[in-house]
């Protein structure tokens, strides 16, 4: 817990009055979040676009201005978390089954802030299961899809549900096993008829902020 929230920390330092605020989903997004409402609450100035209903909701308990993304055409900075981060800063997110519209946010921010504990720092991607968000419809026929790209495919189910999103979707997910090639893998994935967005983030972050067990953090 004390690695996620010093990173999450470090990451609101770079936020300045005025900006455009993309708050991300998970446990160490949470942290960035609570930080966030204790500055605003000190004075500072900002409004915030959320990446899921659970953040949304975060936010509002928490009185943080909340703007709708429809308003906005470009976000100052995002800070998210993440399920694994490469050498490269490629990402895999989604494990909180958000990561479409953590992709959307992201790709509005000119600054994208990664935070993590030392864990989900890899050499190369793939341990962690690729979450695919499919549509409903024809799911079982898109599982097979996927399987042909060299992934084991599991419904991700929750209390003997299917796991709905945030966007009335299904999510898959796909264990590719050491992911050697993730800019081919995500264009191979969200071509197929049915998938909507996958949890690969190329090249997206353009700063990553490593928490450590003893309250240290290291940025890259
Ligand atoms: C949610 C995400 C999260 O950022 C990711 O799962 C990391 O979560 P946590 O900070 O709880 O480990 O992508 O869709």
Known sequence: MESKRAAAEKAVEYIRNGMIIGLGTGSTAYWAIQKLGINIKDGLRV????TSIHTENLAKELKIPLISISEIEEIDITVDGADEVDDEWNL??????????????ASMSKELIIVVDESKK???LG?????VEIVIF??????????TLGCVPQLRIRDNKPFLTDNGNYI????????????????AINSI???VENGLFIKMATKVIIGYQDGSVKEQ
């Open 122 to 124: 890899v050499n190369r």
């Open 47 to 50: 409004k915030a676009v959320a």
């Open 193 to 195: 008829p049915g998938v």
């Open 127 to 131: 341990k962690f299961p690729l979450p």
């Open 92 to 105: 895999i997110k989604g494990g909180g089954g958000a990561h479409l519209r953590e992709k959307i946010v």
């Open 138 to 147: 024809n799911y079982e026929n898109t599982q097979k899809k996927l399987s």
């Open 172 to 187: 898959v997910d796909c264990d590719f096993g050491s992911i050697g090639q993730p800019r081919e893998l995500h264009t």
